[in-house]
């Protein structure tokens, strides 16, 4: 069957191509439609494809981060104002595919890859997208629950507020091929303390559901709480609490359900 590839120079015509057409996709790196579409996935009849450079714009000057979607894990690397981001940004794939993958397509990877995702939702971030009926910011954890009904929107990118301190933002990648394979587990957690006590608390988890999720449970035992060996042994024991893993090759539901807490506490206690 063939396929049709349409480039437009703005966002704007790109996101109205793919809204009206409910067999197009759109093409950023590649990584998720170019290997659909070699698998012969026949319902891609479009590829859409933007020059806008707005897509691939990094702004790291204040206290809030935003991430074009275009953006590549490469780049997130070379920036050296988002050093809390290289390490989920190195999980993602070999060279080659961090050359490739952006930020936006990240968004829409399917278990057990989507790492950088988990990094995102650890820090509250809000998508951007752009549809038919125009511009909006979503959470991100909203986002993703709809996220099988967001193919005719374009993201266009993504925004949270930079951690505080180093050591307020978390991230730990769990796989059998390291770092390139897709993740048994995937945590972040980004714990923004006052006063010695913990306010703000997010714990992200990848591989324990279709899409990654919020810890919420977890969240709740660190909330207000100082950091402390009880705090940690209360998050870690709720860690799988709302969790619906599922089982492939690189795992079992049961093996991530039995993990998840252990590599939490190993996470919040600073551990390698």
Known sequence: MPVTVKTFTSTHDAAAALSSDRGARYLGGGTLVMRALNEGDISISTIVRASDHTMTRIDATGSRITLGAGVTFARILAERDLGFLHAPARSIGGPAVRNMGTVGGNLFAPVPYGDFTVAMLALDAVVSVQGGLGGREIALDEFLQSRDRQSGALVLAISFAKPGSADAFRYRKIARITPKGGAVITLAAHLPVNGGRIVGARV???????????????????????????????????AAEGTTPGDNALASAWYRREIVGVHLRRLLSGQE
Do not use: F, K, V, Y
């Open 204 to 238: 992200a988890l990848g591989s324990m559901a279709p899409t990654p999720i919020r810890a919420r449970a977890a969240e709740r035992a660190l909330e207000g709480r100082s950091l402390d060996a009880s705090t940690i042994n209360a998050a870690a024991t709720a």
